[in-house]
């Protein structure tokens, strides 16, 4: 199974205000490799609660791309049509399309889903399906709250999660895990949701 896993951090609790992205990018069932960078926000406030959680300040960032040169140079071709995950997909999706938006760009074709959402159906009994927890469960370490170390550690449990329930295509995914894959296209999207929820989807 091919897919990307993304993550992103924000500078502040504006979700337009990205700055730092990780990739990590896995092919036949294998990571075959994870890279992250910087961003400069267009407004470079640095709310400290952020700060205190990723580490990442206006200093680390000056010199740093803007987010809109970045997607034109490198990032629009990675994603352009290829499979994502994210855990907690509904945070980075929306810092993803925010992020679009106030630079006037257009959405790119691509699918996607949430590994918080399918954890659920595979490890029935955690107490929490954060990332951390899933991943001390299931022996995974890694720098929280980098956005490089969590696109590898999300990749690392939706790899032993399909294991573990044999899904092996996006077909067998959105089957055996009950899910339907979220779209991201020019002028709008679906959210990626669980069955149960997916005949009260809206195009938005």
């Known amino acids: 199974m091919d897919f990307i896993t993304i993550d992103f951090e924000t500078a502040n609790f ?11 990018f896995v092919k036949d069932n ?8 910087l961003i400069r926000p267009k407004i470079n406030h640095f709310e400290p609660m952020n700060v205190s959680i990723h580490g990442i300040t206006a200093a680390d ?3 740093q ?15 352009e049509n290829q499979f994502l995950i994210a855990h907690n997909a509904s945070f980075d999706f929306s810092v ?10 257009p959405y790119p074709d691509l699918s996607y889903s949430c590994s918080y959402l399918f954890a659920k159906k595979i490890w029935t009994e955690m ?9 001390n469960q299931n022996e995974i370490y890694f720098r929280h709250h980098r956005a490089g170390s969590d696109a590898d550690a999300t990749a690392q449990l939706a790899l032993k999660g399909f294991e573990k329930v044999n899904v092996t295509c996006q077909q067998t995914f959105s089957e055996k895990l009950e899910i ?3 779209k991201l296209f020019k002028g709008g ?13 809206k195009v938005y």
Do not use: M
């Not at 993803?96 to 760009?105: E, F, I, P, V």
């Open 30 to 37: 294998q990571i075959t490799e994870t890279k992250s960078w």
């Open 61 to 63: 960032v000056w010199e």
């Open 127 to 135: 107490p929490r399906y954060d990332l951390k927890t899933l991943c």
């Open 180 to 182: 339907t894959v979220g």
């Open 14 to 24: 504006q979700r337009n205000s990205a700055c730092e992205i990780g990739l990590t």
């Open 189 to 201: 999207y679906i959210p990626s949701t669980n069955h149960k929820k997916a005949k009260r989807k």
């Open 96 to 105: 993803l399309r925010k992020t679009l938006d106030d630079y006037d760009l």
């Open 65 to 79: 791309p803007r987010f809109d040169e970045l997607w034109k140079s490198e990032l629009k071709g990675l994603l």
